[in-house]
């Protein structure tokens, strides 16, 4: 805000060369961000989108083969339907049994009175546990032979799954590693129970309201929309599920890793393979870039959609701003 | 804080364990049930909380102990350790190759973390604090690209820094494009500076300092538990990665990480779990140290920095 007077001493052009500098100041502090969206996403996505309908593999150069990958990776590629029931698998059950542990987790620790931090801490730690740490503990931990879980379970009786090694086992070994990893939503929980306003409790409790009636009536109401953002965020990363089936599949099967090892991947039978593993598999393993292309962009729009529900105005991730 | 959670805690159990106002015994038989329905309740909390602390911590537990076994122990289904073998920390450093996994790890987390937050600063700013079109359009593509997964954008990528920059086989795809922005550290950054009010900012506009200085002297040292933040989930995310030196180091062992390296334990030594284990401690250790060490760390930096609306 001038006033008249002061621009006339200006330059004519004043207010025109401040919102100049001012688009040159703000393209300068985003240029990292500009160069990195065009290089590392922008031209890759379009990239992706070219070769999809291209054959390819890295060594000949590509020829337009049309929907010919497309019909392949649906139709004829042995692994697209069971990877996509796995993820599905992943998405409905894993998804549900970590929040409700979650939920049940937060709530627990909000009640503990004596020694909280210890507890806290204790709960959070196995969530910082790297991806393939985490992996090659569970796996031996639930190894069939000697395994501590399967000796303690048949020291009282109860006869042991295979886990890792069976493929009806394989995904409840890996959801059980999953809950074992719950700090991440343990802490948000636990922030949105301790919002909860006390005087609803209070009046609830007054009405004579039963423990599940609170919980029911009060707590579900104030804390839905965390459990909304915690279901969205596990759907998204349930989706995006790569490191810890593979690795568990491939110190299962007992292949050696290394420089042109050939692993066949999901063992056993399929039952840890995810979709972005399929890209790994198409691409590196059978330099089939157009069909791996294809997978990859199956897997961008889910992505994406479940991404847009976090987006949205009310309960999303973007706080309006100003 | 932690003195606010002993004194809770404390204030809790007395209450728990007794009312307020009262201190000999309780008058009245409907106190008493009452403090009766209390003290269990605290017994089942407890019990439930010591259950689900096993279930968290036995993991780690049998993993330790796993690696202190002998070659021998390690093949049987004993759970504690005859003998305790701390040699194998030893093999395990003496693997081939285990020490330059450990630098290449030390070098994509470190100068990842350096590069991701020198180039995610500005652009956070920006977001939080600038008025321009498009900044919402902006924001929401940062959060796209926080949800992507990478294997989507992965063959055009491989396919650029494998053979039109011949970098395969080297950390740098890792750790080139984390000088141009990391979305999630943007995002979390901008959070954290949309925190901070404008107030501070507009004062020092009115002092005469350009936008660079404000962020360098005014926003930045106010940002520091947020950068904290950022560069602790930039190191664990490098540390953790897996796909990225699959991509791009696994045809070149002496450019692997420890996170990539570890399931060659179990090839190289068969079924020795014990050393398998031993390595898997060593990769977890330091991510659960630095988080010990970066709590304390966390703490000072909002209470010495502490923003005050």
């Not at chain 1, 621009?7 to 100049?20: C, F, T, V, Y």
């Not at chain 2, 014990?274 to 250790?285: E, H």
């Amino acid at each position: 805000m001038s006033a008249p007077t002061l621009r006339a001493k200006r330059r004519p052009s004043g207010l025109a060369a401040k919102q100049r500098k001012q688009a040159l100041r703000t393209l300068a502090f985003l240029s990292p961000w500009l160069i990195g969206f065009t290089v590392f996403f922008a031209y890759p996505m379009i990239s992706t989108v070219y070769f999809s309908f291209m054959h390819y593999d890295g060594f000949r150069p590509p020829t337009w083969s049309g929907t010919k990958n497309w019909t392949y990776v649906f139709e004829h590629y042995p692994f697209f339907w069971p990877a996509l029931r796995n993820t599905l698998w992943l998405v409905v059950i894993m998804v549900t049994l970590r929040v409700l542990f979650g939920l049940g987790i937060g709530m627990l620790i909000t009640k503990i009175k004596t020694g909280t931090g210890v507890f806290r801490t204790l709960f959070y730690l196995p969530y910082l546990a790297p991806p393939v740490a985490a992996t090659m503990a569970f796996a031996f931990l639930l190894n069939p032979g000697t395994g501590p879980v399967n000796s303690i379970l048949e020291k009282i009786g109860i006869p042991a799954p295979g886990w890792f090694n069976d493929p009806d086992w394989s995904k409840p070994a890996l959801t059980l590693m999953f809950l074992w990893g719950v700090g991440d939503l343990m802490v948000i929980f636990m922030a949105a129970l301790l919002d909860v306003p006390k005087e609803q409790y209070e009046a609830a409790e007054l009405d004579g309201a039963s423990a599940w009636q609170r919980f029911r009536f009060v707590t579900l109401p104030n804390i839905s929309p965390i459990i909304m953002f915690a279901v969205v965020t596990g759907v998204i990363a349930a989706m995006q599920c790569y490191t810890q089936p593979l690795v568990a599949g491939k110190v299962a099967s007992g292949v050696i890793q290394g420089a042109g090892t050939m692993f066949e991947p999901g063992y056993p039978e399929h039952s840890t393979l995810t979709l972005p593993q399929l890209v790994y598999n198409l691409g590196f393993q059978r330099f089939d870039y157009g069909s791996a292309c294809v997978v990859a962009l199956v897997l961008f729009a889910l992505s994406m959609a479940f991404t847009a529900l976090l987006m949205r105005r009310r309960g999303g991730l973007i706080q309006a701003g100003d | 804080m932690a003195q606010d959670t002993a004194q809770g805690t404390a204030r809790g159990t007395a209450q728990v364990l007794q009312r307020p106002g009262e201190s000999k015994a309780p008058s009245s038989p409907a106190e008493r049930t009452a403090r009766r329905k209390a003290l269990l309740e605290w017994i089942a909390v407890h019990s439930l909380g010591v259950a689900a602390a096993l279930f968290f911590t036995l993991p780690f537990v049998f993993v330790f102990l796993t690696s202190l076994m002998s070659d021998s122990q390690a093949l049987s289904r004993d759970l504690i350790p005859h003998t305790w073998e701390w040699a194998n920390y030893r093999k395990v450093f003496d693997t081939p190759g285990f020490l330059t996994w450990w630098r290449n790890t030390l070098i994509y987390a470190g100068l990842g973390t350096v590069l991701t937050v020198v180039s995610s600063v500005p652009v956070a700013y920006a977001l939080a604090k600038f008025r321009f079109r498009g900044r919402n359009l902006a924001l929401m593509l940062v959060i796209s690209m926080m949800m992507l997964p990478p294997q989507v954008v992965v063959i055009p990528m491989y396919l650029f820094w494998a053979k039109q920059l011949d970098l395969s086989g080297t950390l740098w795809p890792m750790i080139i494009p984390l000088a141009f922005g990391d979305a999630f550290s943007i995002f979390l950054l901008r959070q954290f500076l949309m925190t901070i009010p404008n107030e501070y900012v507009d004062a020092a506009k009115v002092d005469g300092c350009g936008d660079l200085r404000t962020l360098l002297k005014i926003v930045l040292p106010m940002a520091k538990p947020g950068i904290a933040a950022v560069a602790l989930f930039q190191f664990f995310a490098a540390w953790n990665d897996y796909f990225g030196p699959q991509i791009y180091a696994s045809e070149n062992p002496g450019a692997w990480t420890l996170s990539y390296a570890l399931e060659s334990f179990k090839g190289a030594h068969h079924t020795d779990w014990n050393l398998t284990m031993a390595a898997t401690v060593l990769v977890m250790a330091p991510v659960i140290l630095v988080f010990f060490f970066a709590q304390k760390a966390f703490v000072e930096g909002v209470t010495l920095t502490g923003v005050k609306g």
